[in-house]
């Protein structure tokens, strides 16, 4: 079984300064994890992705995310928010090794919206 | 190269009914998911489609089934609908060597009166 915990529902800062968006999962087989973003009516956009290579991921839009297994978490940051950045933001579990059971089931935390102030 | 395409984008039906709808995959894709999104929350896995079967299944009653059609496009019907299923329904895509990195589409949003 897998869950993901995003711990802030919303996030608000300033244009120009970091962003921090939370996330701890949980998954009985070794994770591949995920951020999509998505705008007011809007699909989901890949952000960033890990799936067991280095630790430090970067994704698009200056966006990056840090897998660390001892502390079951993949926090989303990004150095200097800007306006465009204001969107809701999911983080996304699945089990990297199919094991015969997950074939890229997707499990969504709730999401964190995102707002950004001029 | 289109994306997932999704249709209609838009539709409104009554308690009761029945609706389908449609999802065409991403150019050279082959596995095809649904996931329903309620108003404030995040996506909730419905099925996956692969070679026309029904691969996997979430926690979604049987009036929600669906069909994959040889060329990888994909149906979703809901049967005898309540207040409740009135949502944002997304497909994704994957091609079978990455299951796990999916693209989705912008979504079919049901409203249910």
């Known amino acids: 079984a897998q869950s993901v915990t995003q711990l802030d529902s919303h996030v608000s800062v300033s244009e120009g300064t970091p962003v921090l968006l939370r996330c701890n999962y949980s998954s009985s087989y070794s994770p591949s994890l995920f951020w999509y973003v998505q705008h007011p009516n809007k699909g989901l956009q890949l952000l960033l992705k890990?799936?067991?290579?280095?630790?430090l991921v970067k994704g698009i839009n200056g966006f990056e995310a840090e897998f660390k297994k001892s502390e079951t978490s993949f926090h989303l940051t990004k150095p200097s928010a800007h306006m465009s950045d204001a969107a809701e933001y999911f983080c996304v579990v699945t089990p990297l090794s199919a094991g015969g059971t997950s074939y890229g089931k997707l499990t969504f935390g709730q999401g964190t919206i995102l707002t950004v102030h001029p | 190269d289109a994306g997932v395409t999704q249709s209609p984008t838009h539709l409104i039906k009554t308690r009761g009914q029945q609706v389908t709808l449609r999802c065409s995959p991403k150019?050279?894709?082959?596995?095809v998911s649904w996931y329903q999104q309620a108003l404030g929350q995040g996506p909730q896995f419905i099925f996956q489609?692969?070679?026309?079967?029904?691969?996997q299944r979430g926690n979604f009653p049987d009036r929600f089934s669906g069909h994959q059609f040889p060329n990888y496009s994909s149906e979703l019907n809901v049967n005898a609908l309540l207040l409740g299923d009135s949502a944002l329904y997304l497909c994704a895509s994957a091609g079978q060597a990455h299951t796990y990195e999916q693209y989705f589409g912008p979504g079919t949003r049901l409203t249910v009166t």
């Open positions: 890990y799936t067991s290579a280095a630790t």
């Open positions: 489609y692969y070679e026309e079967e029904e691969r």
């Open positions: 150019s050279g894709h082959d596995t």
